[in-house]
């Protein structure tokens, strides 16, 4: 089955410095990849995601990149605010249905 | 607000009892999805319902059941509980094929003493 994995675990960075999550998967034939922000005590919020016929895609300060090839996709968030404090999930959808596979999440703390 | 709605937000309950969790989906959605989320574990998919019908299971364990009624709420029951079921549980709902977001509720805290 699908498996994936997320890097780094935690990630600190200066507030309006970008910080970069990476994640790679293992089903060549997964087709969809949502990133997900954890606020303490909340669900996961989709903030944005990539189908497989995309290489990259941007929505204001956050952009996703996807390496077919390579098998991995990252998050990019670029002018970062201490609101954007959280941990962050990628996933897969596995090809065979339509539930996600998750990362194992990233801390990401924004230094004022 | 993603929309989704679940209930009760906290449970506290002893071992070997049964709960039963509650979800409403986004309106218009079909699908529910529920999902477990332990430190140790990540957030594991458990089990999707479309339109009232099991669609795919994941994780979950024989004592945990889920069904998705006609106004297509959905309820996740767990029984026969133990401590390590101490968890989140989170559903999320999706609209009809080829809509592949997921937008999550709240979650309940389930603690198992």
């Known amino acids: 089955g699908e498996n994936v994995e997320q890097h780094p675990s935690t990630l600190s960075v200066q507030e309006g410095d970008s910080a970069v999550i990476k994640c790679t998967y293992s089903?060549?034939?997964?087709?969809?990849f949502p990133w997900y922000k954890q606020e303490l005590g909340k669900g996961p919020q989709l903030i944005i995601d990539?189908?497989?016929?995309?290489g990259e895609k941007k929505d204001q300060r956050i952009a996703v990149t996807l390496n077919k090839t390579a098998k991995h996709f990252s998050l990019h968030i670029t002018e970062t605010q201490p609101e954007d404090s959280a941990v962050y999930f990628c996933?897969?959808?596995?090809?065979?249905?339509?539930?996600?596979?998750f990362g194992p999440g990233t801390r990401l703390s924004v230094l004022p | 607000d993603s929309g989704v709605t679940q209930t009760p937000k906290h449970l506290i309950t002893a071992t070997g009892q049964r709960v039963t969790l509650r979800c409403s989906p986004r309106?218009?959605?079909?699908?529910v999805y529920w999902y477990q989320q332990s430190l140790d574990q990540g957030l594991q998919f458990l089990i999707q319902?479309?339109?009232?019908?099991?669609?795919a299971k994941g994780n979950i364990l024989e004592r945990f059941s889920a069904q998705q009624f006609p106004d297509l709420h959905s309820e996740l029951n767990l029984s026969s509980l133990e401590l390590g079921d101490s968890a989140l549980y989170f559903c999320a709902s999706s609209g009809g094929t080829g809509s592949y977001e997921q937008y999550f509720g709240p979650g309940t805290r389930l603690t198992v003493t």
């Open positions: 089903d060549s034939a997964s087709n969809y």
């Open positions: 319902y479309y339109n009232g019908e099991e669609r």
């Open positions: 996933a897969a959808k596995a090809h065979y249905g339509q539930n996600f596979v």
């Open positions: 990539i189908r497989s016929n995309v």
């Open positions: 309106s218009g959605d079909l699908s």
